[in-house]
């Protein structure tokens, strides 16, 4: 049996994916909403720390959750816990500016491990990552 | 300054193999070697890859490959004073078996240029 080639099954199936951006305060708001507006080829869902509830996802989504500093991850890790979400499908993009362990308090006390992190300054450096971060996300939902 | 989401290239793993093998050090090829077994967190990697003071240029090898999707890097703040670690993701695994077929016949290319038979 071959192993299907990343090409194939990210083109075949990058429609079947969510992807939802989530800030909640400058710059973290201007760096999804600039990711939006120009990147084009694929929908974004925007929300809230607090309106995580309102979100209906699809089996494979991935989810950007930008940090600045003052943010914390209370909501996002309870609705992590409640929903039986799985953390591994979760991003935490630091701004430079911002504590990673401050900003980290709550899911750490959650329980929730730190599966994927990455720091950014603009939406330029989120894009490569997340791209990047998505379309892996898809071979692996998808393979 | 529109820009489309990027969907991976035709031969996207070979392409990246061969982006890792044309670099002029080796040091991106061995981090994902190295992180092909388990997880490891920084420290360990800077004690097993550098050489000397600095540890700039295993900032800048892990850089390039969490922004291609070969790494992941994660945080385990139960140790507070190293808390990130570095992972291989699928498509890394992928790429460095890649670039494991691919080696005999870079060698063979890189010979080759060496005696003068290929350009460049």
């Known amino acids: ?143 | 300054m529109d820009e489309l989401f990027p969907l991976p290239e035709p031969e996207h793993e070979m392409k990246l193999a061969h982006w890792l093998l044309g670099r002029e050090s080796d040091l991106d090829l061995r981090v994902l070697e190295t992180l092909l077994g388990e997880p490891q967190r920084y420290r360990d990697l800077r004690d097993m890859l550098i050489e000397g003071s600095s540890d700039t240029p295993l900032t800048r090898a892990l850089r390039r490959l969490g922004e291609r999707g070969l790494v992941r890097q994660g945080m385990n703040l139960d140790h507070p004073d190293d808390p990130r670690y570095y992972a291989a993701t699928s498509l890394g695994v992928a790429v460095v078996l890649k670039a494991h077929e691919m080696l005999p016949i870079q060698k063979t290319l890189d010979e080759a240029r060496r005696a003068g038979l290929l350009a460049g």
């Open chain 1, 1 to 143: 049996m071959t192993t299907p080639s990343f090409r194939d099954v990210v083109a075949k199936h990058h429609n079947d994916s969510d992807a939802v951006l989530v800030a909640s305060r400058e710059p973290c708001i201007s760096i999804a909403l600039d990711e939006d507006a120009n990147v084009h080829g694929r929908a974004f869902q925007h929300a809230n720390p607090d309106g995580l509830a309102e979100l209906e996802l699809r089996d494979s989504w991935i989810m950007a959750i930008l940090l600045c500093a003052g943010d914390t991850t209370e909501h996002i890790a309870r609705w992590i816990l409640e929903g039986g979400r799985d953390p591994r499908r979760v991003v935490l993009y630091f701004h430079t500016d911002t504590d990673p362990r401050a900003a980290l308090e709550a899911w750490h006390e959650a329980g929730l491990p730190v599966y994927s992190t990455w720091t950014i300054e603009d939406w330029r450096q989120l894009h490569k990552h997340f791209g990047a971060a998505w379309n892996v996300r898809v071979y692996d939902d998808f393979r």
